[in-house]
Nanobody, 126 residues
């Protein structure tokens, strides 16, 4: 089994910063990409940013220039630095991984694009 554990959410004032972190653990063969999505109250889940194992990144237009996604120092970790936060950034942020992992007793890794963390709440409010 594979598990994603997120950390770093909280309450911050407009204009402030937060850093989210997500680590994938388990029977992982290779991580293809990791990313962050968010869901605001009453809204659909939306892409925030992704990063591939080749370090290619994508960002939602709404966060470009304010958020930075990067690979963490620890293996299979991704971080999201969020600066100049706005009230509209308030949401539950979910980590996602696209990876190959083992399912015992098979020795051939299988790909799973839908590995999700439990979510971490970010609230931007004065």
């Amino acid at each position: 089994q594979v598990q994603l554990v997120e950390s770093g959410g909280g309450v911050v004032q407009p204009g402030g910063s937060l850093r989210l972190s997500c680590t994938a653990s388990g029977s992982i063969f290779r991580v293809v990409a990791m990313g962050w999505y968010r869901r605001a109250p009453g809204q659909k889940r939306e892409l925030v940013a992704t990063i591939t194992d080749g370090a290619d990144t994508t960002y939602a237009d709404s966060v470009k220039g304010r958020f930075t996604i990067s690979a963490g120092n620890a293996k299979n970790t991704v971080e999201l630095q969020m600066n100049s936060l706005k009230p509209e950034d308030t949401a539950t942020y979910f980590c996602n991984a696209d990876l190959y992992h083992y399912i015992e007793p098979d020795v051939t890794p299988v790909r799973n694009l839908e590995v999700w963390g439990q979510g971490t709440l970010v609230t931007v409010s004065s």
